[in-house]
């Protein structure tokens, strides 16, 4: 399967002929898929969506505890359960935006 990294950059590639799009295809962050720290896109994302997973873990976790009987301090299932609804809430918007994003350059006339 093609990376939609690289359909960008094949489809910038194919536009060689248009004025002011050899500064797009000479810059870096067009070209490749690693970053200055040397992690690409994919990766960031499952790390992230991995990190959302412990979140809602750890809040399932202190959810049970608490209904047990067994939590210490209520506050710390509060906080763990907001932390968990707050990161819900950026991943949705992000991927909101990322959808809309490639909504609109599918849109585009070549």
Same mark, same amino acid.
């Given at each position: 399967?093609?990376?939609?990294?690289?359909?960008?950059?094949?489809?910038?590639?194919?536009?060689?002929?248009?004025?002011? !799009?050899?500064?797009? *295809? $000479?810059?870096?962050? !067009?070209?490749?898929?690693?970053?200055?720290?040397?992690? +690409? &896109?994919? $990766? =960031?994302?499952?790390?992230? =969506? +991995?990190? *959302?997973?412990?979140?809602?873990? !750890?809040?399932? @976790?202190?959810?049970?505890?608490?209904?047990?009987?067994?939590?210490? +301090?209520?506050?710390?299932?509060?906080?763990? $359960? %907001?932390?968990? %609804?707050?990161? @819900?809430?950026?991943? =949705? !918007?992000?991927?909101?935006?990322? =959808?809309?994003? &490639?909504?609109?350059?599918?849109?585009?006339?070549?």
């Amino acid at each position: 399967m093609t990376s939609a990294i690289s359909g960008i950059s094949s489809a910038l590639a194919g536009m060689s002929g248009l004025t002011g !799009t050899s500064a797009l *295809l $000479s810059s870096p962050e !067009t070209t490749a898929t690693t970053s200055a720290t040397g992690t +690409d &896109f994919a $990766s =960031v994302l499952s790390s992230s =969506v +991995d990190e *959302l997973q412990s979140l809602h873990s !750890t809040a399932d @976790t202190l959810a049970a505890q608490a209904a047990t009987g067994d939590l210490q +301090d209520a506050h710390d299932y509060m906080i763990a $359960s %907001t932390e968990a %609804t707050l990161a @819900t809430d950026t991943v =949705v !918007t992000l991927k909101n935006s990322a =959808v809309a994003a &490639f909504t609109e350059i599918m849109r585009m006339q070549i």
